[in-house]
């Protein structure tokens, strides 16, 4: 929203104080709504920081208009809506990205918690099976031993 | 020396008894263990009444982390050689002794029963592959030769035989989506003797293959991508 809100105003150069205000007060409550997220367990600190640092980024454009026809002329792009477009873009991009790099960390995660559980069972299950009917039970008693080794 | 046959089972209720009662036949020493991955019918309760220990992943997560599992178990509890065959009736168990005892003589850490191998022969009833598979099956076989520099005929054969040292590397690295033919690559880079012999295949005795021509084309895609990011992984990782 608040992007938009910028797009919308940022080729006049000028951004009136009323959007300008509207735009840092849509900042502030994404950073509230990130904080009672936190608050309420429902996001981990550890993912808050990229979203924090785009709220600073809204607030920042808000407070400072000129800063974004800064970096549109750093690009090298005459249309600071394209520069800012541009921007948002790839940052959604690499946050996308970075999801899917901790998506496919803790598939890893969860498949090996799997096999493990797996194992632990089988091993009870054969613990158990060897204590019910006394049958081979010293080659089920000695298999603890290399456990630490991988 | 204690060997272990492991036989990942997905949904192989049919088949599964009648394998697991052929290994027993065949390989009589080896202990015995299924890894239910995630089936959704009988598997895991047949599997128990023909006398094998069942390791049941509580949800699908495909061959790769089934066949894990198995060499994670191996490693465990310190067995000394390990084996593994599908579930479905195409591998026979005299074969899997064979190579079984390849690793065993130690002539190879990790040992492939290939059925395109110059030295296998077809009989009647013996595995016919499919013409989407066949093409499947050249296309890796040249990237992997190529990667490895290693003659290799059958990239995807699920019947292979191993040792302590394959154990601990294939229970840390083993790619979940495309293990036969990285767990190769990975296995060759690593410096580990890798072998193929000549094995029979039989056709499937129960359930049916996934393998569709865009299904096919796609997994081809996908093996390949594997294959050209598994030559720029690390050489020599620590694996013990």
């Known amino acids: ?150 | 020396m204690r060997t272990l046959v492991f036989i990942p089972a997905w949904n192989e209720e049919a088949a599964l008894p009648g394998v697991i009662a052929d290994v027993r036949k065949a390989i009589p020493e080896a202990d015995l263990l299924v890894v239910d991955d995630g089936s959704t019918d009988a598997t895991a309760e047949r599997a128990r009444e023909a006398g094998a220990l069942v390791a049941s992943l509580p949800f699908n997560q495909g061959l790769g982390a089934a066949l894990q599992t198995g060499y994670l178990y191996a490693l465990r509890n310190g067995y000394d050689a390990c084996a593994h065959l599908d579930a479905d009736g195409q591998h026979p168990p005299e074969e899997v002794a064979r190579l079984l005892a390849e690793v065993t003589a130690d002539r190879a850490d990790l040992v492939i029963g290939s059925r395109y191998h110059a030295g296998a022969v077809a009989a009647s009833g013996d595995y016919r592959p499919t013409f989407s598979r066949r093409i499947g099956t050249s296309v890796f076989r040249f990237f992997l030769t190529l990667a490895t520099r290693q003659r290799f005929t059958d990239t995807t054969s699920g019947m292979r035989a191993a040792n302590r040292r394959v154990m601990a590397l294939f229970s840390q690295h083993y790619s979940p989506d495309f293990a036969e033919i990285e767990s190769l690559q990975l296995a060759v880079r690593q410096g580990l003797r890798v072998e193929e012999l000549p094995v029979r295949m039989l056709e499937r005795a129960g359930g049916s293959s996934f393998l569709t021509p865009l299904r096919s084309a796609f997994f081809i895609f996908k093996g390949l991508v594997v294959l050209l990011v598994g030559q720029f992984r690390p050489r020599h990782v620590e694996t013990e």
């Not at chain 1, 992007?3 to 959007?19: D, I, K, P, R, W």
């Not at chain 1, 550890?46 to 607030?59: E, N, Q, T």
């Open chain 1, 1 to 150: 929203m608040t992007v938009l809100v910028f797009a919308a105003e940022a080729g006049q150069v000028h951004l009136t104080s009323q959007t300008r205000i509207v735009a840092a007060v849509l900042a502030l409550v994404f950073m509230l709504m990130i904080l009672e997220l936190i608050r309420r367990d429902r996001l981990q600190e550890r993912y808050s920081v990229i979203w924090f640092v785009a709220g600073l980024g809204m607030l920042a454009g808000a407070a400072f208009p000129g800063l974004l026809e800064v970096v549109a002329s750093l690009m090298g792009v005459r249309n600071t809506n394209v520069a800012l477009f541009s921007i948002v873009l790839l940052l959604l991009l690499g946050l996308a990205l970075n999801f899917s790099v901790i998506m496919s960390r803790q598939a890893a995660q969860i498949t090996r918690l799997a096999q493990e559980r797996a194992i632990e069972k089988a091993l009870a299950e054969k613990r158990a099976g060897a204590n019910g009917n006394g049958s081979s039970a010293e080659e089920t008693l000695e298999p603890k031993k290399e456990r630490l080794e991988s």
